[in-house]
């Protein structure tokens, strides 16, 4: 599991490195094209195949990354009602979620690779890139039942801890939780002289003796 785990990362970033390398050098380069001086050595270059590339690589990435997205936890879901059944009933709609996704997915990658079976007997290539289409389409087959195997292994690993996986949106990797903490500081409540403070909630050493709290009148003699 930790070599396909790894595999599956590197894929994912190789694709979103390579689409970025490939966008910014095909706006460059149409910049560089309105410069005078560089016009007619820019003119040699030919990027007209840039944007297909991008297209492709932003599709594979999409796939794997579903994929990734199942391992992590990271997919949006709507559990609101689930979260308040029993925990046995609870339990028995997450495992028939999982499996009911295993069984979609693996249906699509079922679908897509008899499509690309039949597109391979042809030789009908891409617009630009002049490419196999079996070879583009490839990635619904492949994207699909890693998906689909991703959900299987959420499910058996469900069943066996009773947790799912589960990714904190506001956590960034490679931060301390305690650095995040201490940063979470007020700073109009601070006394050391150098913050400015809320007047209309001043904190306790800028209140005068004898001052209602977020006023500067002193508090009249009780009665």
Not at 11 to 37: D, E
Not at 185 to 202: C, E, M, Q, S, V
């Amino acid at each position: 599991m930790r070599v396909l785990d790894a595999l599956e990362e590197w894929i994912i970033s190789t694709l979103m490195a390579a689409a970025t390398l490939v966008i910014f050098v095909a706006v460059l380069h149409r910049y560089l094209v309105g410069v005078p001086a560089l016009q007619d050595m820019m003119l040699r270059f030919d990027f007209t195949w840039a944007q297909e590339l991008c297209i492709y690589l932003f599709v594979w990435m999409a796939k794997f990354g579903a994929a990734y997205g199942v391992r992590t936890g990271i997919h949006v879901g709507v559990d609101v009602v689930i979260n308040r059944l029993d925990s046995p009933l609870r339990a028995r709609f997450i495992v028939f979620g999982l499996l009911a996704g295993a069984l979609f997915t693996g249906v699509v990658g079922s679908l897509g690779a008899n499509f690309v079976y039949h597109i391979a007997q042809t030789e009908q290539v891409s617009a630009d890139l002049e490419a196999p289409m079996w070879l583009v389409y490839l990635a619904i087959p492949l994207g699909s039942f890693l998906m689909s195997f991703r959900f299987l292994q959420v499910c058996v690993a469900f069943r066996r801890t009773g947790s799912l996986p589960h990714h904190d949106h506001g956590h960034v990797e490679g931060l301390d939780s305690g650095a995040d903490e201490a940063a979470d500081i007020n700073w109009y409540a601070l006394d050391d002289g150098l913050h400015p403070h809320d007047l209309a909630h001043p904190s306790q050493s800028d209140r005068k003796p004898g001052t209602k709290p977020g006023s500067g009148r002193p508090q009249e003699n009780a009665r």
